[in-house]
């Protein structure tokens, strides 16, 4: 019987050992970045709607518009964090913590894939970060 081989190359074998996680972040980076990127025109629409409201209702909006525009900021900076994290995989340090280099956790990744720190790291610069904005 001739049946034609396919031709495994050795690296295909270490990559789909390799790569399937990563694909998985990957992929849910990427729907992240979508829906955030959705979120954001919608708010930016919504705050570039300015002068619609009624002169006589005064503006019932402000409140309204402050809320959008500090929930803008967050997404935005969320965003960045998952362009990041993208980048990270391109170049192959993604789930490598930024502050001690160790391997983040599968499970910390699966929560949260934009995670650049282990979860010691992350309380350590949250503490550091909430001390120096005092
Ligand atoms: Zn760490």
Known sequence: MVSICPIREPIL???EEHMPERAHERERLLEER????????????????????????????????????????????????????????????????????QPIPAERLEIMPEARYCV???EIIERQRRRSSF
């Open 13 to 15: 074998e270490k990559d």
């Open 34 to 101: 979508r829906t955030l990127l959705h979120e954001i025109e919608r708010i930016e629409a919504f705050l570039r709607s300015e002068v619609e409201f009624e002169p006589e209702e005064g503006d019932p909006d402000l409140i309204e518009r402050d809320k959008a525009a500090s929930l803008l900021a967050s997404l935005q900076e969320r965003l960045q964090e998952i362009e990041d994290a993208l980048e990270h995989i391109e170049e192959g340090t993604y789930g490598i913590c930024e502050r001690c280099k």
């Open 120 to 122: 010691a790291c992350q």
